[in-house]
């Protein structure tokens, strides 16, 4: 009897885990709580490629003028000289414009919109593919780095002494028609600097066609 009790006993203390076995159901998870580690990756940083730019004296400019003012293409190529863009090429343009556009070629916007700032222009264009800008296609070679297609809205930029060109229509009889034009000397390359004293002669040339 002795026997039985000290084994039922030893069953009992084993239910209610007076041995020291643990009995809750619970998992115990490993490496949560307070000791718990976040690793963050850190961010890639991005960056911009920027415009390809060469120094302005080595820009190639080809200048056309599409305002139909004497010497304006000449003008503009000595106005921008004058500011460190010696490599300039002025010529006529295929059609006559009313605004001022600075085209340019894959990889100069950046010096394009450096020579539209001195112009006070807004927006470049890139250049168009197929289209002649130049009165004939030799004009613009395949190596220039950006074209300046002049309308007459830049004349008080590139000309501030203001060389006026005013184109009057009439008849002296059926048929005929005379055509007056008035340029100032400013028109001509060179542009004084600040504190220069301007003379201006004024030629005047009368055509008569019939």
Not at 73 to 95: D, E, Q, R, V, W
Not at 177 to 205: C, E, F, L, Q
Request: glycine residues 12%; proline residues 6%.
């Amino acid at each position: 009897m002795v026997g039985v009790a000290v084994a039922l006993g030893f069953i009992l203390l084993i239910k209610g885990g007076g041995v020291g076995f643990q009995t809750d159901s619970q998992d115990v998870k490993i490496g949560e709580g307070s000791n718990k580690t976040t690793t963050t990756e850190p961010a890639v940083p991005t960056t911009t490629t920027p415009s390809t730019s060469v120094a302005p004296a080595t820009l190639k400019v080809v200048v056309l003028n599409g305002a139909g003012l004497s010497g304006y293409a000449a003008t503009a190529a000595n106005f921008l000289g004058l500011a460190g863009y010696p490599n300039i090429a002025a010529k006529t343009a295929a059609a006559q414009v009313q605004t001022t556009t600075v085209y340019y070629a894959p990889g100069y916007e950046g010096d394009a919109k450096a020579i539209a700032k001195l112009l006070s222009i807004g927006a470049v264009k890139p250049l168009p593919t197929g289209t002649v800008l130049g009165k004939v296609a030799t004009d613009v070679p395949t190596d220039t780095n950006v074209v300046i297609v002049l309308g007459p809205d830049v004349e008080g930029i590139i000309n501030p002494a203001g060389a006026s060109t005013t184109t009057v229509a009439g008849s002296s009889s059926p048929g005929n028609s005379t055509v007056t034009t008035t340029a100032g000397s400013a028109a001509a390359s060179t542009i004084p600097s600040a504190g220069t004293k301007i003379t201006t002669t004024t030629v005047k040339t009368t055509t008569t066609t019939g």
